[in-house]
């Protein structure tokens, strides 16, 4: 069975707190992606990273920043949190390309992030 | 630019009636479907998804969905939902040319009543 986990489901950090989500595959894919998840707005792409130490930003990647040291892990940093930043975040990976009949995009149990 | 518009933000429905989803996209180019679900305090799971060939196509749990090229739509439909079936579910792309990301739509709550 295919894993993604995410290193913690629930989360309570102070406003400025500097904080680590972390998510590791066991499927060997290439691409990691960090989601976070509003109401109302779907799922919005924070970062991507396709290669280890290779990453791509997403749609909304301004007050995090991310870590691929190794395949299998992918960090997501909040470097000040902030109380706009309370929200759900899902990892994903995936082969290279969608392209690939067997592919999808495979997702962790998400971490729900409160900043006070 | 992709976008994902799904249609309906909140779908009741009675126990073993059909219900339809709908998702639109705006895209120029061939793209990759998907559609996920998210059970209550999970993560999403791929219910289906369409690469190419049949635009028909079957998923888990009794869903399908079509896929309309001139609508530009991939409609999920399921012809007698259960109680377990409530849930949210999400329509997603992927561009050919930038075919290793997804977009997202909103998301639709389907709630599922006896």
């Known amino acids: 069975d295919v894993k993604v986990t995410q290193s913690s489901r629930y989360l309570v950090k102070r406003t400025g707190e500097k904080v680590f989500l972390e998510c590791v595959q066991d499927m060997d894919h290439e691409n990691m992606f960090w989601y976070r998840q509003d109401p109302g707005l779907g799922l919005r792409l924070i970062y991507f990273?396709?290669?280890?130490?290779?990453?791509e930003k997403g749609d909304i990647p301004e007050g995090y920043s991310v870590s691929r040291e190794k395949k299998e892990r992918f960090s997501l940093i909040l470097e000040s949190a902030s109380t706009n930043q309370t929200s759900m975040y899902l990892c994903a990976s995936s082969l290279p390309t969608f392209r690939d009949t067997k592919a999808g995009a495979f997702f962790g149990q998400g971490t729900r992030l409160t900043v006070v | 630019a992709q976008s994902v518009t799904q249609l309906d933000s909140q779908v009741p429905v009675f126990e073993e009636a059909p219900v339809e989803l709908r998702c639109n996209y705006s895209?120029?180019?061939?793209?990759?479907l998907f559609w996920y679900v998210q059970y209550p305090n999970q993560g999403l799971q791929l219910l289906l998804k369409?690469?190419?060939?049949?635009?028909l196509v079957k998923g888990i749990n009794g869903f399908e969905a079509e896929f309309n090229k001139s609508q530009t739509s991939f409609h999920l439909r399921k012809p007698s939902v259960h109680i377990s079936d409530t849930a949210e579910y999400f329509c997603?792309?992927?561009?050919?040319?930038?075919?290793?990301?997804?977009?997202f739509g909103a998301g639709t709550t389907v709630t599922v009543r006896a």
């Open positions: 895209s120029s180019v061939s793209v990759y």
């Open positions: 990273s396709y290669d280890v130490k290779m990453k």
């Open positions: 369409y690469l190419s060939g049949s635009t």
């Open positions: 997603a792309v992927s561009e050919g040319n930038n075919d290793y990301k997804l977009s």
